[in-house]
Every structure is written in C-alpha cells, then in structure tokens.
C-alpha cells in the first residue's frame, strides 16, 4: 500500500491507496495523473475538512 504524506499543515495527514489504485494511477496520462494529484493533495492538505462533494465518510 503506498503512503502519500502531507506537510502542509501543522497536523500531517497520510493518504493510503490500495495497490490497485496505485497501478491505476501509473497508468493515467500526465495530464491526467495532475489532475489525480491535485485532488490527492487536495485531501491531504485538508483532511476531514474536506467535505461532500470531494469525499465522504466511510462506514
């Protein structure tokens, strides 16, 4: 599983991908792995703040 860490606040948030969506996203095209990441790092930067429509609970 890979890891992805945050530094941007004073609290780091880790972002956990399977290794599914890790294979998915070496797949993407350039333009399309930004796009990936900037929301990636979107939710890393924000964590549980970031609310519907960009994430939601699970469970």
Known sequence: ??????????IVWEIELEPEVAR???????SAFAVGAFHIDRLADLGPALRMSHSRALG
């Open 24 to 30: 998915w996203l070496e797949t993407l095209q350039a």
């Open 1 to 10: 599983m890979a890891v992805l860490t945050s530094y941007k606040m004073s």
